[in-house]
C-alpha cells in the first residue's frame, strides 16, 4: 500500500508514496478515510513527501480528504510538496481550505 | 516542419494504463534530452488526457484509446490522445476550471492542468463518436543556450 498512517496523539499523518493518479488514488482515499473515521482525531496531516508523480487526481484526494475530516471535526495540512505538485494544487485554490507547505 | 520521428499506441481504456501511457510518452521524448521538468510536464498532460478517456469518454466501460505522437526537426512534440467514446456536448464549458460532472473526488481541473504544462492544446469532440485532444510541446532540452 503505497500509504502508511501514523497516529500520534490527536493527529493522524498519512505518508503517501509513489504515483499519484487517477488509478492509485482510489486505495489511498479508503486507507485515509477508514483511519480517519476511526480515530477521529482533531488533525490530518498529508506528507507528499515521497510522492514522484502527481496529476490533477491529487488535487480530488486533497479536497475528498479536507471533506471527510472536517466531517470529523479534524483540520486538514499538506506538507512536504515538491514545488510541482505545489503548482498542481494552488491551480484549485486549496489552499484557502487546507494548509500548503512545500518541502 | 519534417518529422522525425512517430509512435503510434493502443491502449485499452483501463486505468492501469494511465501510468503506461505518461512513461511511454516520456520514453518517446528521450532523443530530445529534455529536462526533467519538461519530462514531467508531458507526463502530466498525458496523464490527464488519458484518465479522461477512462473517467469520462468511455465512463470506466471497455474502449480504446489511440495515442499518436509525433516528434518534428525543430524540437516540437505534438502527442495526440483520441478515443472513441461519448464525445462533449459542450468544449468550452468543460475546459473551465473547476467545472466535473463526475462529484466530489474529480477536481474538474484535468484541462486547465493540461494546458498549463502544454505549451498549446487543441480539443476537438463530437458527441457521441469521441474525443481527440492534441498537447503539443517545444522540448528545448538540456543542452538549450549551451549549444
Redesign the interface.
Given at each position: 500500500m503505497p500509504v502508511s498512517v501514523k497516529f500520534d496523539k490527536d493527529s493522524i499523518i498519512a505518508v503517501l508514496s509513489g504515483?499519484i493518479?487517477?488509478?492509485s488514488?482510489p486505495a489511498l482515499?479508503e486507507c485515509i478515510d477508514s483511519a480517519v473515521e476511526r480515530a477521529r482525531p482533531g488533525k490530518l496531516t498529508l506528507d507528499f513527501g515521497q510522492v514522484s508523480?502527481m496529476?490533477?487526481?491529487g488535487?480530488?484526494?486533497v479536497?475528498?480528504r479536507y471533506?471527510t475530516a472536517i466531517s470529523c471535526g479534524a483540520q486538514t495540512e499538506v506538507t512536504n510538496l515538491s514545488s510541482?505538485a505545489e503548482?498542481?494544487m494552488r491551480?484549485?485554490g486549496l489552499e484557502k481550505l487546507v494548509k500548503l507547505n512545500s518541502m | 516542419m519534417e518529422k522525425i520521428n512517430e509512435l503510434r499506441l493502443t491502449v485499452d481504456a483501463r486505468?492501469?494504463n494511465?501510468?503506461f501511457c505518461?512513461v511511454a510518452a516520456a520514453a518517446f521524448i528521450a532523443e530530445l534530452d529534455p529536462t526533467i521538468?519538461e519530462l514531467?510536464d508531458v507526463?502530466?498532460a498525458v496523464?490527464?488526457a488519458v484518465?479522461n478517456c477512462?473517467?469520462h469518454a468511455y465512463r470506466e466501460k471497455p474502449g480504446k484509446i489511440y495515442i499518436n505522437a509525433v516528434i518534428y526537426g525543430n524540437g516540437t512534440v505534438k502527442i495526440r490522445v483520441k478515443d472513441a467514446g461519448c464525445g462533449i456536448e459542450d468544449v468550452e464549458k468543460a475546459k473551465e476550471?473547476?467545472f466535473t460532472t463526475m462529484g466530489?473526488?474529480?477536481?474538474g481541473?484535468?484541462f486547465?492542468?493540461m494546458e498549463?504544462f502544454s505549451d498549446k492544446l487543441t480539443v476537438r469532440s463530437k458527441p457521441g463518436s469521441g474525443t481527440t485532444v492534441t498537447i503539443e510541446k517545444r522540448i528545448l532540452g538540456m543542452n538549450y543556450g549551451r549549444r
Open positions: 504515483e493518479d487517477h488509478h488514488a482515499r508523480f496529476d490533477s487526481s488535487i480530488g484526494l479536497m475528498g471533506k510541482r503548482k498542481i491551480m484549485s | 486505468s492501469i494511465e501510468g505518461r521538468e514531467c507526463k502530466t496523464s490527464e484518465t477512462v473517467v476550471p473547476l466530489d473526488e474529480r477536481s481541473l484535468g486547465s492542468v498549463s
